[in-house]
C-alpha cells in the first residue's frame, strides 16, 4: 500500500511564495511519474506538473515559469515550488501519482492524497 501525504499550502498574498511537498511512503521499488494536479473553487480537476524518471517535466501553460516540481531522485518526496503566486491559483491541489512500480507485485500503482488548500489573495 502506498500512501501520499501533502503539506505546505496556506494563505498568501498574490506574488508570494508557497512550496508544497509530498510524503510518499510504502513499499515500493520507484516512482516513475509523479505530479501536482489542483482543482480550483468551482472549476474541474486539472493537471499542474508532472515529473517523470526520465528527468522530463511538464507543466500546464498558466503555471509555466513560475511553478517548478521537483525530480523524482528523492525517492520518497516530490516537491512543488509555487512563485509569482496569483489569485486564479486558489485551488485545492493534490500530489498525484501515476506510476509507481510496487514491490510486492511489480505492477504500477496510481492515486493521490487527500489535498492541500492553497489561497492566494488579492
Known amino acids: 500500500q502506498v500512501q501520499l501525504v501533502e503539506s505546505g499550502g496556506g494563505l498568501v498574498q498574490a506574488g508570494g511564495s508557497l512550496r508544497l511537498s509530498c510524503a510518499v511512503s510504502?513499499?515500493?521499488?520507484?516512482?516513475?511519474?509523479m505530479g501536482w494536479d489542483r482543482q480550483g473553487p468551482g472549476k474541474k480537476r486539472e493537471l499542474v506538473a508532472r515529473?517523470?524518471?526520465?528527468?522530463?517535466?511538464n507543466y500546464v501553460d498558466s503555471v509555466k515559469g513560475r511553478f517548478t516540481i521537483s525530480n523524482l531522485n528523492a525517492k520518497n518526496a516530490v516537491y512543488l515550488e509555487m512563485n509569482s503566486l496569483k489569485p486564479e491559483d486558489t485551488a485545492v491541489y493534490y500530489c498525484?501519482?501515476?506510476?509507481?512500480?510496487?514491490?510486492?507485485?511489480?505492477?504500477?500503482?496510481?492515486?493521490w492524497g487527500q489535498g492541500t488548500q492553497v489561497t492566494v489573495s488579492s
Open positions: 498525484t501519482a501515476d506510476r509507481i512500480l510496487l514491490e510486492s507485485s511489480g505492477t504500477t500503482w496510481a492515486g
Open positions: 510504502g513499499r515500493f521499488l520507484s516512482i516513475n511519474e
Open positions: 515529473a517523470f524518471i526520465n528527468g522530463s517535466t
